[in-house]
């Protein structure tokens, strides 16, 4: 073996095996013994519910209506939702963070505020807002005979009222990352505003603007507590798939676990596509 | 003249601002304050030829790209480009960065890197003519764009990198791919930001004999920034010395070596610059001399002049007005002594060498005459300068 033993940092050479001997040195128990217990926190419920599943019943379960309506329902508004957030919420992180305004500390945590408070509170906050006898919804359903709430466009409003902030803190963070000066770069070659904006600044935040998209889909997709506030819970209309286990759970914990099956899929089939995307650092 | 003209909205694509009659080129006055620094400096380019403006960190040598490029407005003065109005704050002028038609290499080229090559010196021409194309005519404005771009591909010598990365790219390629996405965009006003400073020095030296053919592809006003005064004075047909944000001298590079006005100038134009008394054509050197902080000068050291007037004087001589050789030089009236060498330091074109006791000099020569003098540190030679080469101005 000519494999020396290094604890500088340097590259250690390896041995005929090929094992790395700097892997040799055991991680210490005191932060190994925590990080067992959060990775079991993550597994064991995983592993609660595949051991509890009807594998048998499974497909007439998922098959039935209510779990395919639920199932369209979450996968149109989780999506429309990431894509309302995208394009609202970028603008939005821009001005934030390009732009000086008054008020603009005050914006910044109200924008944050509904990843602090329960969703609850954000769908009944909705409703007086922008309800049908809402401070907007009133005059809006006068003037255009629309209403939000208990509609599927309801629950795209709710979840993006939840999901975007997750989009914003994300891409603000990253435009304010940006070195400024290959805007400037971009400016003198003749680029205005908003040239600049498609062309360099869009493309040096991409990253950060895919993570983000990723993160308030995510939060979108298990949206409930806002969805069925400002919603309400119709099967077929604004009933969502958390919404369906929730109502599941009191009548059919087959159907409940099904469901909820149907959902780790979903989140996990989007995570493990994207992984090699960008999940991965290098 | 016309006080409208340049105002934040330009004339049409194409169509060019109205003169004010103060003709082509770069003619600028540039007054900045900022906290506890003020800039104080008059520019004047014509085109086809290139200025340097060379001083040392904390002169304003970043301010004044910032003003020229549009980051930061002036606080007095004025920027005019081939009769229009940059920037004017008494009359409330001031055109943005995007439409200044400036282009500017960058010290660190800030290519983008999420573009390739090609699509990096096609930014300019693309951007440029956005709005005045029809969506309908977007694909011959990309063809045109991208015609225009592999002219200076061409002109650049970057052919075979046009789908690489700017990561991908070499120093000396990167900095080639900055200089034709500035020229791509057809500016008024080539402006480089010490376009070599981020080079290695064999490339450096390799690029500086290249930017000279470089810099004669733009027929507009070029000023270069730089602390590096052997790029200035290769580059540049006229200089501008800076410090501490106000000029201390502007000339050719000629000019500036002979008759350095401080002894900053001097030493920063590697230019012996002395003190001492003269008495009828015989300087004696003053033992301390302020351009020369490592060498102290033997005592009563005598350099003989042409100029004889009396009294405490300021001697200049230019590195290259001295000779060396290996045994005593014979013939005409010139100051002749013995010493060795210091250090030397390849330059590219000129090997610089600095003497040591009696008279620390530099010197510059040729790196064929110091391969023919077998010249290394520490070895015994002759320096020889003519009288005439010892310029004389009153302390």
């Given amino acids: 073996m000519t494999a020396t033993a290094d604890t500088t940092g340097r590259p250690a050479r390896r041995n005929s095996g090929g094992t790395d001997r700097r892997t040799a040195r055991r991680p210490p128990p005191a ?40 199932l369209r329902l979450s996968l149109l508004t989780s999506f429309a939702a990431a894509a309302a957030s995208i394009v609202l919420g970028v603008p939005l992180a821009w001005l934030l963070s390009r732009v000086e305004f008054w008020g603009k500390g005050l914006l910044r945590a109200l924008v944050t505020l509904p990843m602090v408070l329960p969703p609850v509170v954000g769908g009944a906050a909705l409703l007086f807002a922008i309800g049908r006898r809402g ?148 | 003249m016309n006080p409208s003209t340049g105002i934040g909205q330009p004339a049409p694509e194409g169509a060019t601002a109205p003169p004010t009659g103060a003709g082509p080129g770069l003619r600028a006055d540039l007054a900045v304050e900022r906290r506890g620094f003020s800039l104080r400096l008059p520019l004047r380019i014509e085109p086809g030829t290139t200025a340097a403006l060379l001083g040392p960190n904390g002169a304003g040598k970043s301010t004044t790209v910032e003003v020229l490029a549009g980051l930061l407005p002036l606080d007095g003065g004025r920027i005019e480009l081939d009769g229009r109005i940059l920037d004017d704050p008494d009359r409330g002028i001031f055109v943005p960065p995007d439409r200044r038609n400036i282009g500017i290499v960058f010290q660190d080229y ?67 791919v900055a200089m034709a996405r500035a020229l791509a965009a057809a500016p008024d006003l080539l402006l480089l930001d010490e376009p070599l400073a981020a080079l290695d020095i064999s490339t450096r030296n390799e690029l500086r004999r290249a930017m000279v053919d470089h810099l004669a592809l733009f027929d507009g006003p070029r000023l270069l920034i730089t602390h590096e005064p052997a790029e200035a004075f290769l580059l540049a047909d006229e200089l501008y010395v800076v410090e501490a944000g106000h000029l201390v001298q502007r000339g050719t590079p000629e000019e500036i070596r002979r008759r350095p006005s401080t002894p900053y100038v001097a030493a ?72 060795e060498i210091d250090w030397l330091e390849p330059l590219g074109e000129t090997t610089r060498i600095r003497l040591g006791p009696p008279l620390p000099l530099l010197v510059d020569i040729t790196p064929a005459a110091a391969e023919a003098l077998h010249l290394a540190p520490g070895l015994p030679i002759w320096a020889a300068v003519k009288a005439t080469e010892v310029t004389v101005h009153p302390a």
């Fill in chain 1, 31 to 70: 932060l190994v013994l925590p990080a067992v217990v959060a990775a079991g926190l993550f597994v064991l419920p995983l592993i609660g519910l595949l051991g509890r599943t009807p594998w048998r019943a499974l497909p007439s379960l998922v098959a039935d209506d209510t779990v395919t309506d639920a």
């Fill in chain 2, 268 to 339: 920063l134009t590697g230019t012996n610059f002395l003190t001492g008394f003269n008495r009828d054509g015989a300087i004696t050197i003053d033992r301390a001399n302020g351009a020369d902080r490592d060498g102290v000068v033997a005592t009563g050291f005598v350099l003989t002049t042409s100029d004889t007037r009396t009294g405490p004087v300021r001697a200049g001589i230019d590195p290259r007005a001295v000779s060396l050789h290996a045994r005593r030089p014979e013939g005409s009236p010139r100051n002749t002594w013995q010493t």
């Fill in chain 1, 135 to 282: 401070l907007v919804g009133e005059p809006l359903y006068e003037a255009t005979g629309l209403v939000l709430p208990f509609s599927a466009a309801g629950v795209i409003v709710a979840n993006t009222f939840v999901a975007m902030p997750f989009l914003v803190v994300t891409v603000e963070g990253a435009l304010d990352g940006v070195d400024r000066r290959y805007e400037a770069a971009a400016a003198s070659l003749g680029g205005g505003p908003l040239t600049v904006f498609r062309r360099v600044t869009l493309p040096m935040i991409a990253p950060s603007l895919r993570a983000g998209a990723v993160l308030a889909w995510a939060r979108a997709l298990g949206e409930f507590g806002a969805t069925v506030t400002f919603a309400g819970n119709l099967a077929g209309r604004t009933q969502t798939l958390p919404l369906a286990v929730f109502v599941a759970l009191e009548s059919d914990r087959d159907a409940a676990i099904a469901i909820s099956l149907v959902l780790v899929a979903i989140s996990l089939v989007v995570l493990v596509a994207l992984r090699d995307r960008w999940w991965t650092r290098p």
């Fill in chain 2, 110 to 176: 800030l290519l983008f890197d999420h573009l390739s090559v090609l699509d990096n010196i096609s930014f300019g021409p693309t951007a440029r003519r956005a709005g005045s194309f029809p969506p309908s005519a977007r694909r011959s404005r990309r063809q045109r764009a991208e015609a225009t771009a592999h002219r200076w591909i061409e002109a650049l010598d970057l052919g075979g990198l046009e789908h690489r990365r700017p990561s991908e790219l070499s120093g000396g390629q990167a900095q080639r």
